[in-house]
């Protein structure tokens, strides 16, 4: 059972995080040509479907979204979700 959860779960995250990944470098480019912007909602969604490991990278690697608090601080809310729920699951605390 457990193995076929992850059979379908880890391409369905490695998809999410590569498209977290480029939504945040496509939205750099844009920033530096004054281009249409990728809206902060589609990213943080792409980070709370899981693309938050990605999101964490391509900020680090593109120097993008480090400054702006309302953003970080919404990016960290989601992330500590992510690392709370499954903890919170395993231990039974539901």
């Known amino acids: 059972?457990?193995?076929?959860?992850w059979a379908w779960a880890l391409?369905?995250?490695?998809?999410?995080?590569g498209l977290s990944f480029i939504a945040?470098?496509?939205d750099?480019?844009?920033?530096?040509h004054g281009f249409w912007?990728?809206?902060?909602a589609r990213l943080l969604l792409l980070a709370a479907l899981g693309g938050?490991?990605?999101?964490?990278?391509?900020?680090?690697l593109f120097?993008?979204?480090?400054?702006?608090q309302p953003f970080c601080r919404r990016l960290n809310r989601i992330a500590g979700a992510?690392?709370?729920?499954?903890?919170?699951?395993v231990l039974g605390f539901t």
Not at 1 to 5: N, T
Not at 28 to 32: G, L, N, Q
Not at 82 to 89: D, M, S, V
């Open 37 to 40: 912007r990728v809206p902060e």
């Open 28 to 32: 750099k480019f844009c920033a530096k």
């Open 11 to 17: 391409p369905c995250l490695l998809a999410i995080n």
């Open 63 to 68: 120097r993008h979204k480090t400054r702006k």
């Open 82 to 89: 992510q690392l709370l729920l499954p903890l919170i699951w």
């Open 1 to 5: 059972m457990q193995s076929e959860f």
């Open 52 to 60: 938050s490991p990605a999101a964490y990278l391509a900020r680090w």
């Open 24 to 26: 945040f470098g496509l």
